[in-house]
């Protein structure tokens, strides 16, 4: 079955710091990369962050100069290096991939999981203040 998957998530204090992972399994990344998500503010799901097979990187001007995106091609695995964290990153983030563009969504994740061929099922992040 091709899927995502992610993991490492986790509860930690204000300023700390959490990885976590997306793993493809039963495909391969195409050139479009890989983005993460997570509803946001306002009715939307933002897009956190991307990087692309050539290892170019987005990242929301939210977690900009806290969060490193990586990309492992031999694992076929994304990472998230989330450092520096707030109370405002509590949520669940999704890894996506084969979509039409890296961009932020109104309404839900929920609902946006549409746009992309493959969608995680979540791994929550929980930041207590």
Known sequence: ERQLVESGGGSVQAGGSLRISCTASGFTFDVSGV????????????????????GSTYYADSVKGRFT???????????????????????????????????????TCQSSRSHFVYWGQGTQVTVSS
């Open 35 to 54: 983005g993460w998500y997570r509803d946001g503010p306002g009715n939307e799901c933002e897009l956190v962050s991307s990087i692309g097979f050539d």
């Open 69 to 107: 995106v990586s990309l492992d091609n031999a694992k076929s695995t994304v990472y998230l290096q989330m450092n520096s964290l707030k109370p405002e990153d509590t949520a669940v983030y999704h890894c996506a991939a084969d979509g039409w563009a890296w961009i932020s969504f109104g309404g």
